[in-house]
């Protein structure tokens, strides 16, 4: 008897061995500067919601919102070293990439249409090849959404009326350049300290998305909201390339499916945010303006000069594709 007992469990071994390997569910952290409220996290819980319909929950993704897993650079860093598996990334992303500094040019999108064009397009190819090169995988190019400027100081209508209001922009030696270019005296610092910035005075305005100035409540320490609509926001939804390669190939289709359905998802959400929110900031008693977008135009084409004068000759590739695929 324990002859054939040992002979079946043999036998059961062997089939084991034989069988192909089940394919293995996956649990990733995703993170996020922004609060729950942001285009991102949203974006990015609904990239969640499909790819668990897609994958029939065998890939799950945890949502870090406000930053906990770190700030954008170190999220990079983390990334591309296999320690995250996932985060989306805004301006810093020139870090690891320089020649991306072409998609935050003034007025290089004319509109979303043109956004589109360019990211399914010649643009969105190269810079899909320029990310895997640093071992990052891009799921999806979601809204950041068009950014309009905020102070305390004076309407914006063009760009003589920045000069000497003190502005806060990202962590970007262009963004920088751009504004001190407008006459503004500008310099960086970290996103979870704006608020503070602004209230105390150390900041006179600050430049983001209208999504932002209302999540973070900058409303209640600013007076003035000039629509400039000067540069449209890319946001990466990255994946660490070592994680997307430990998922099969079926999976790995449901991710970059799941990722087109979060980018349209974003666009809905920052399309809508564009009406409802500047209605809202009304509201709030902050005085809103159109400015002068020629005029920022005709002011921003030296600095297109300037910064790819100072890239490598494919950040020059880049712009030249960009603007090929404006509608």
């Given amino acids: 008897m324990m002859n054939r007992i040992l002979s079946v469990t043999a036998i059961a071994s062997c089939l084991a061995l034989s069988l192909p390997a089940a394919a293995q569910d996956h649990t990733f952290k995703a993170n996020m500067p922004g609060n729950e409220q942001s285009i991102a996290y949203l974006s990015v819980e609904r990239f969640d919601e499909v790819l668990g319909e897609l994958t029939g929950g065998a890939v799950d993704i945890d949502l870090f919102a406000n930053s906990a897993l770190g700030d954008q650079e170190s999220s990079l860093e983390s990334m591309q070293t296999g320690l995250l598996d996932m985060a989306t990334v805004e301006t810093p992303i020139t870090s690891v990439v320089p020649e991306l500094g072409a998609t935050a040019l003034p007025y290089i999108f004319s509109g979303r249409d043109h956004v589109k064009a360019a990211m399914d397009g010649d643009a969105g190819e190269m810079i899909e090849e320029m990310l895997l090169a640093k071992g990052l995988r891009p799921v999806a190019f979601l809204e950041g959404g068009f950014r309009q400027i905020t102070n305390d100081v004076r309407p914006i209508n063009v760009p003589a009326d920045l000069d000497g209001i003190k502005m806060r922009t990202p962590g970007s030696a262009l963004r920088i350049k751009i504004f001190n270019h407008y006459g503004a005296n500008a310099s960086p610092l970290p996103f979870s300290e704006l608020y503070s910035a602004l209230q105390t005075g150390v900041f006179d305005g600050q430049e983001n998305p209208v999504i932002w100035v209302q999540s973070q409540r900058f409303y209640e320490v600013q007076d003035y909201l ?55 900031l009304k509201e709030q008693g902050m005085q ?9 135009t005709d002011a921003s084409s030296a600095i297109w000069t300037e910064w790819a004068a100072e890239q490598s000759g494919s950040a020059q590739d880049l712009i030249d594709a960009i603007v090929a695929a404006r509608p």
């Fill in 226 to 280: 000039s629509l400039t609509n000067h540069l449209y926001t890319v946001t990466y939804l990255l994946m660490s390339e070592d994680k997307f390669q430990s998922l099969t190939e079926e999976q790995q289709q449901a991710v970059m499916e799941a990722g087109d359905a979060a980018e349209a998802y974003s666009v809905e959400l920052g399309t809508k945010a564009d009406a409802e929110i500047v209605s809202f």
């Fill in 288 to 296: 809103v303006n159109d400015a002068d977008i020629a005029a920022f």
